[in-house]
């Protein structure tokens, strides 16, 4: 049974860097995209983060693009959200998820998390 667990969500002020962190286990996840989604209250679940667990080839989605980093971990079956000078509107509930297609399309995802929150105050 494929697992994911975030963790490292919490409390920051603008400007404040966090990082997040997703325990994967359960299959071989080198075929897999991982990827990074978030949902703010009252809108839509948005793309944050892809990258390829083989390759290490990365994206971004346009709101988070030169300040959030992913990365992972093979050995450990990690995967990292690190995010620096946030913004109140960062703020949201954090999902990794995985998927076998390159995409941002969430529907293409077939694994997630129960997802982490992020709250940024000004």
């Known amino acids: 049974q494929v697992q994911l667990v975030e963790s490292g969500g919490g409390l920051v002020q603008a400007g404040d860097s966090l990082r997040l962190s997703c325990a994967a286990s359960?299959?071989?996840?080198?075929?897999?995209?991982m990827g990074w989604f978030r949902q703010a209250p009252g809108k839509e679940q948005e793309f944050v983060a892809r990258i390829s667990w083989v390759s290490g080839t990365k994206s971004y989605g346009g709101s988070v693009k030169g300040r959030f980093t992913i990365s992972r971990d093979n050995a450990q079956n990690m995967l990292y959200l690190q995010m620096n000078n946030l913004k109140r509107e960062d703020t949201a509930v954090y999902y990794c998820?995985?998927?076998?297609?390159?995409?941002?399309?969430?529907?293409?995802?077939?694994?997630w998390g129960q997802g982490t929150q992020v709250t940024v105050s000004s």
């Open positions: 998820a995985a998927s076998n297609r390159w995409t941002t399309d969430k529907n293409e995802y077939d694994y």
């Open positions: 359960g299959r071989t996840f080198s075929n897999m995209i």
